[in-house]
Nanobody, 123 residues
Framework: QVQLVESGGGLVQAGGSLRLSCAAS????????MGWFRQAPGKEREFVAT????????YYADSVKGRFTISRDNAKNTVYLQMNSLKPEDTAVYCC????????????????WGQGTQVTVSS
């Protein structure tokens, strides 16, 4: 079993930046694909970004492409989401996910989920 804990959320003005972290424990981390998803009140969970176990082939939702960067440090068992040029529509609870398959845009591609961290972007 893998446990995931997100941190780094908070309140930021539009145009600002935040860096989210997801710390993993319990199982070998290096070979897990990792993803970030978000969910705003009244909306369905939305794919944000994913990265392979090797750190290659990052992939982003169109809505965040060019603004967000996903990365990982396997030595630290941590995946990051650098969020720049934040917009009010980025406001959501952001969750980290881990899966032992290929990097996926679908929630079903992941086996373990964190509890999430709140990101609020004010206009």
């Amino acid at each position: 079993q893998v446990q995931l804990v997100e941190s780094g959320g908070g309140l930021v003005q539009a145009g600002g930046s935040l860096r989210l972290s997801c710390a993993a424990s319990g199982r070998t981390f290096s070979r897990y694909a990792m993803g970030w998803f978000r969910q705003a009140p009244g909306k369905e969970r939305e794919f944000v970004a994913t990265i392979s176990w090797s750190g290659g082939s990052p992939y982003y939702a169109d809505s965040v492409k060019g603004r967000f960067t996903i990365s990982r440090d396997n030595a630290k068992n941590t995946v990051y989401l650098q969020m720049n040029s934040l917009k009010p529509e980025d406001t959501a609870v952001y969750c980290c996910a881990a899966g032992n398959g290929i990097a996926s845009m679908r929630p079903s591609g992941y086996d373990y989920w964190g509890q999430g961290t709140q990101v609020t972007v004010s206009s």
